[in-house]
Structures are given as C-alpha cells and as structure tokens.
C-alpha cells in the first residue's frame, strides 16, 4: 500500500471517528435536553399541585371560622336582613312525625325530569309503615315547556291511576279524604303548611302561567278535573320531607341535610328564635327552618382560581357560592379544571392537551369517585376512566397518581367544608359542647341524604372524621350522623299525616 494510501485512510478513519464523537455529543445532549425537559415538566407540575394543596386547605381554625359564619349568616336571615345570603325560609312545618300517626297517606314528589307518586299505610307507633309503593313517572319534553294546566293535568291523571291500584293492603276509613303532601323542589314563596306561589321554574322546566301563582292551588284544580278527590295538607321541599322522615324512624333527629346533585339543610328551630315570625307561636313552640344553604358564602370560605371561574362561567354567577364547592353537581368539573391547568402547564397527559379535558362538566362526580376508590397497585381502574373519558389512551403512572391526588384535594375540600356547615348548625342550637352545667347529655341526630354522601365512601368519611374533629371527643360522643335513604319521599307522605285535616279528632 502506497504512502497516500495509508494517509487516505487515516482521514477517513479519522473522520468517522470524528463522526462517531459527533453523533454521541449531540446524543448526550439529546439525552440532557430530554432529561432537562422532564425536570422542568415536573416543576411545573409540582408548582400547580402546591398551590393547590394551599388554597384548599381546610384546616381546623379556618372550619371553626366557616362555622361562626354560618351561625352569623343563619341569624340575619331570621331577622329577614335583605342583604343576607341565606334566606333561612319557614317552612310552616310546626309539627314533625310522632309516631303515633295512622291511616292512609299519600305523596307526589316533583323535583326534575321523573316524579313519583307514593302511598303508606301507617299503623301507629307500634306497626309504623304497614305498607307502602310508589311508581315514577316520566315528563314528557313537551310538558316540560309547555302550559301550567298542561302539565299539572298530565300529573293529576298519573295520580289518579295510582289512586285506582289501591289494593287489600291499604284502607281509607269511611266518609274521609284522601290527603297528600306535595315535595315540590323548586324555589317557592311559602305562605301556609299547604300554599306557596312559584318565584322561578329550574332544571330545565320554563312553563307558562305558573311563576306567581300557588303551586298547591295548580295541582288541586287538576285533580278536581280528574274527578280526584284529594286534599293537599302540606306542601314541602325534600330537605323538609327528609328531616320529616328522619324524625319519624329516630325522635332525637333535628336536622337534615341533602349532599348530593345539590346541597341544602333545614333543621328544628325554637319560634321565639324567629325574629321575622310574626304570627302567634306555634303550639309546639318549634319551627321547621329551610336554610337554602347552598347559596351560602362568606369571606372566610377557601376559594381558588378554579371556584372563581366555574362562578364566572355559570348560568348563575354570585350565586350558590357554598354549593358549588360542596356539591355532587360541581366536584368532578373542579377536577377537571385542575387537570386541565396541568395538562396545559405541565404536559401532564403529554405533550398534546386531551380535546375532550376542555369541555365542561364532562368529568362527572360519579366518575371522580370511581377514580378516587381505586385500590390498585397501578390505578389500572383509574387509567380505564381518564381513557374512558378523556380520551387518553395511555397515561403514566405519575400522571395517574398526580389525578388521585387531585381528587383527593378535591374531595376532602368539600368534605370538610359540609362538615363546618353542619357544626355552624349545632353550635346555633347550642348541641356543639357538652352542657356546663353537669345535666345529661342531648343525643343529637343529624339525617343526611344524597348521592354524594351515600355513594361517595371517601367524602362520608372525611365529612363524618371532620365533624368529630371540630367537636371534640366528648362532644362528638353525643352527636350521631345517620344516612336517611330517600326520606324526602314518605316525609313528605307523614307530614301529610301530622298536618292532617282530620287530627284534631283522631
């Protein structure tokens, strides 16, 4: 081999060694930019789920706050202040279940899309419910835009029917009427235990001719052109039928609460209590209370960027502040929004944000808890649900963990914060502490329903861990939370009983 041979090959050996040096610099530096890139993304992400963590945060000091806010906000809405948010409505419910109520009852609860009608027999204390069934019942779409007559006749005629299906089981004494109590859930100015005019139609109902007028006048000129002979003795919102039904099963309850589309509470009140009542004192001396407690709100009440803006951008902003962040109907979208700022800051589910993270409301609370409940070594179950939804086929497991921890923060927020409702109740009814004075406990029963309390296991939890916290030991021994399945229903049907025409002469 020739002298420039060798040199020839020098250099190109030379030069692909140089290459190869090349191609591992910028390899490494690859491997660098990647590895920076990574570090960044998860500073990102570490950045956002601490300033989450700090503004929800809910600890004790803050929830004994909400708690005295609550009270302050229960009393100006007893004294009728205008400016108060919780417009603390009287029910006209002055006597609750006993007991000791018998006969035949019936119940229509309206509240949405579906009704049901219900019957009870009741035996007295000793048989308590002999009976009872209940059908739903459909709205057609077209009724639910169409005329006030329209609607109360199409419900008066599936009342009849039901009435037809009386069997062996049920029995009307001779010579009286049929008597009804009417769960209406919508918002309602109260004038009587049986009467109440419409202030505005939800839930997708918008019905001419109804706003205004009263509701139980509606539908008993509807059963009257049916040829139904029934008599509306009470007309009640499902807050009031649950805690209706709640003291019938236990005489120790004195407040109920809903959690779960919605939220709300009412509880026994002492009348003379009641600045605004300016009718005689009710021969019970009590007054059943319909907070509307969802539109509750206070300075004190850990709101976030997020809170803010699902309020900006909903068809009622400055409205149901308290429920919006308590609520079955809000928590998975408060979820959603957080990881939507992680995707777009943090990459969190890669480097393309999920077209479907960024339409509203579509992260169901349903869903959230479903995630939050899995127990599997590599949220498997929870990888399924953001694919499911979202649209992401293939998740990290980090970023699977960052959306349990999101939940979590979430649920616990909410928890919390129904907890510090429902403490601002017992402290405004004094059964918050034990009595100073050494005379016996009070048992105290708070019945709850909803979804989102019954279904959600890691919210009862913390709501019922939480409500203890706040009362202490000794405190909380007396103090009994007590799911209260559907009560609102057959509440309804015993406040029918307990406001009965005929109970003067029973």
């Given at each position: 081999m020739g002298k420039g041979a060798v040199v020839g090959t020098a250099v190109v050996v030379c030069a692909a060694a140089a290459a190869a040096v090349g191609v591992a610099v910028v390899v490494s530096r690859r491997r660098r930019s990647k590895r920076g890139a990574e570090e960044e993304r998860r500073?990102?992400?570490?950045?956002?789920?601490?300033?989450?963590?700090?503004?929800?945060?809910?600890?004790?000091?803050?929830?004994?706050?909400?708690?005295?806010?609550?009270?302050?906000?229960?009393?100006?809405?007893?004294?009728?202040?205008?400016?108060?948010?919780?417009?603390?409505?009287?029910?006209?419910?002055?006597?609750?279940?006993?007991?000791?109520?018998?006969?035949?009852?019936?119940?229509?609860?309206?509240?949405?899309?579906?009704?049901?009608?219900?019957?009870?027999?009741l035996g007295g204390r000793e048989k308590r419910v002999v009976s009872q069934q209940y059908e739903e019942v459909a709205i057609p779409p077209h009724l639910m835009v169409g005329t006030s007559m329209e609607l109360f006749d199409f419900i008066a005629a599936e009342l009849e029917s039901f009435v037809k299906t009386e069997g062996e089981d049920f029995h009307l004494p001779e010579g009286r009427q049929r008597e009804l109590g009417f769960t209406f859930s919508f918002p309602v100015h109260q004038t009587s235990i049986s009467s109440g005019t419409l202030i505005k139609w939800t839930k997708g109902f918008s019905i001419n001719g109804t706003v205004g007028e009263d509701v139980v006048a509606e539908l008993s000129r509807a059963m009257e052109r049916q040829g139904l002979d029934m008599k509306v003795t009470a007309l009640v919102n499902d807050t009031v039928g649950t805690l209706a039904g709640g003291r019938y099963v236990d005489n120790d309850v004195v407040a109920a609460v809903i959690l779960g589309t919605g939220t709300n509470a009412a509880y026994v009140e002492h009348a003379n209590a009641i600045p605004k009542w300016t009718g005689l004192l009710p021969r019970s001396g009590n007054m059943v209370i319909n907070m509307e407690w969802g539109n509750f709100k206070s300075e004190r009440l850990p709101r976030s960027d997020y809170d803010n803006a699902l309020d900006f951008e909903s068809l009622n902003p400055g409205e149901q502040i308290y429920e919006k962040m308590i609520s079955g109907m809000y928590l998975g979208e408060i979820v959603r929004r957080i990881l939507l700022k992680l995707a777009h800051d943090a990459s969190l589910f890669g480097d393309v944000v999920p077209t479907k993270l960024e339409q509203r409301f579509i992260l169901r609370t349903p869903d959230m808890s479903a995630m939050h409940h899995d127990t599997s070594h590599d949220l498997k179950h929870l990888g399924a649900k953001l694919k499911d939804i979202l649209g992401v086929a293939d998740t990290s497991l980090e970023a699977r963990y960052i959306t349990l921890h999101v939940c979590d923060l979430v649920a616990e927020r909410g928890a919390s914060l129904a907890a510090a409702g429902i403490y601002g109740i017992l402290k405004k009814l004094g059964r918050d502490k034990v009595p100073s004075d050494g005379s016996q406990k009070q048992r105290t029963v708070i019945a709850l329903d909803g979804g989102l309390y019954e279904h959600y296991k890691k919210f009862r939890t913390c709501l019922e861990a939480t409500l203890a916290d706040l009362l202490g030991e000794e405190a909380a021994s007396s103090v009994v939370v007590k799911l209260a399945n559907d009560g609102s229903g057959i509440g309804a049907a015993l406040l029918a009983a307990s406001h009965s025409q005929y109970a003067s002469v029973e």
């Open positions: 500073r990102r992400a570490a950045a956002v789920i601490e300033e989450v963590e700090q503004r929800f945060s809910t600890p004790t000091a803050l929830l004994r706050g909400i708690a005295d806010a609550m009270v302050e906000e229960m009393e100006r809405g007893l004294r009728a202040d205008p400016h108060a948010p919780l417009k603390m409505l009287i029910s006209y419910v002055d006597n609750l279940p006993t007991g000791d109520e018998h006969g035949l009852f019936y119940a229509l609860d309206l509240g949405g899309t579906n009704f049901r009608v219900i019957r009870v027999q």
